[in-house]
T-cell receptor
Framework: GEDVEQSLFLSVREGDSSVINCTYT??????LYWYKQEPGAGLQLLTY?????DMKQDQRLTVLLNKKDKHLSLRIADTQTGDSAIYFC???????????FGGGTRLMVKP | KAGVTQTPRYLIKTRGQQVTLSCSPI?????VSWYQQTPGQGLQFLFE???????NKGNFPGRFSGRQFSNSRSEMNVSTLELGDSALYLC?????????????FGPGTRLTVL
């Protein structure tokens, strides 16, 4: 089946930039998403990018997509302690709204 | 606009019982998808309903079933519960058309099977 991979853990200092990476295998992906999950909570949609775009910026968030290498990244500028959470990337193919998720990257922000 | 709501938020059941979880999508959204989240398997797609019809199904046994009502609310049912069914069950709501790319999740129902 299709696969989405993420590194498990990232630690940064407050005020630095964070970059979370993701790779996927489905060449028919239409949209790629970034979600944030805080302890005991559901998934919060942060941003998404259409597969024919290579970059999207939304305030402190920048998404880069390299479709050739099937690589997606999320950059968080000026990372704050409130950004500490688990970040999931997900891809949606061309059949309905089914999402395939990566295993999540735990971001720890040190003051 | 109210977000996606799921009830109940927490549930404790014993093996062999059955359970029904409910999801109310964002007003105007017609598609509801269900996911299971466990520490071992991560987030896995269960099924998607659109206009009261199952549109997609993940790789789960037949004990897992769902339905959608005419007001777009959805329920999922798990029969003959097993310990491994303990998980956070999340539903996602998607607009009808034009913005089908946005999927919003509810807070989840945490099911514990003893």
């Amino acid at each position: 089946g299709e696969d989405v991979e993420q590194s498990l853990f990232l630690s940064v200092r407050e005020g630095d930039s964070s970059v979370i990476n993701c790779t996927y295998t489905d060449s028919s992906s239409t949209y790629l998403y970034w979600y944030k999950q805080e302890p005991g909570a559901g998934l919060q949609l942060l941003t998404y990018i259409f597969s024919n775009m290579d970059m999207k910026q939304d305030q402190r968030l920048t998404v880069l997509l390299n479709k050739k290498d099937k690589h997606l990244s999320l950059r968080i500028a000026d990372t704050q302690t409130g950004d500490s959470a688990i970040y999931f990337c997900a891809e949606r193919g061309n059949a309905g709204n089914m999402l395939t998720f990566g295993g999540g990257t735990r971001l720890m922000v040190k003051p | 606009k109210a977000g996606v709501t799921q009830t109940p938020r927490y549930l404790i059941k014993t093996r062999g019982q059955q359970v029904t979880l409910s999801c109310s999508p964002i007003s105007g959204h017609r598609s509801v998808s269900w996911y299971q989240q466990t520490p071992g398997q991560g987030l896995q797609f269960l099924f998607e309903y659109f206009s009261e019809t199952q549109r997609n199904k993940g790789n789960f046994p037949g004990r897992f079933s769902g339905r959608q009502f005419s007001n777009s609310r959805s329920e999922m049912n798990v029969s003959t519960l097993e310990l491994g069914d303990s998980a956070l069950y999340l539903c996602a709501s998607t607009p009808l058309a034009g913005a089908e790319n946005e999927q919003f999740f509810g807070p989840g129902t945490r099911l514990t099977v003893l």
